[in-house]
Nanobody
């Protein structure tokens, strides 16, 4: 079992930055590939980024490539999502996920956090 708790969301102006954190706990949390997804009102959950358990491999969705960076600190059991050059279309609830093997398909992930709201004003 893996428990995930996101934090760091908030309201920011377009062009600004935010850093999200996902604190993981549980027996296999350190060895899990991790990912971030997001879901805007009325839209399907969208893949944002994923990172391997070692941190050596990362993968990004096309809409955030070059603006967002995923990283992890296994000593702290925490995964981060640094979001720069934010746009109003980045507004969504952001979710941390584990257990999906870095796939972009949300249904493949067995563990989810409760989500954190990110709102980007124009």
């Amino acid at each position: 079992q893996v428990q995930l708790v996101e934090s760091g969301g908030g309201l920011v102006q377009a062009g600004g930055s935010l850093r999200l954190s996902c604190a993981a706990s549980g027996r296999t949390s350190r060895s899990s590939d991790m990912a971030w997804f997001r879901q805007a009102p009325g839209k399907e959950r969208e893949f944002v980024a994923a990172i391997s358990w070692s941190g050596g491999s990362t993968y990004y969705g096309d809409s955030v490539k070059g603006r967002f960076t995923i990283s992890r600190d296994n000593a702290k059991n925490t995964v981060y999502l640094q979001m720069n050059s934010l746009k109003p279309e980045d507004t969504a609830v952001y979710y941390c996920a584990a257990g999906g093997g870095m796939t972009v398909v949300s249904r493949n992930y067995g563990y989810w956090g409760q989500g954190t709201q990110v709102t980007v004003s124009s």
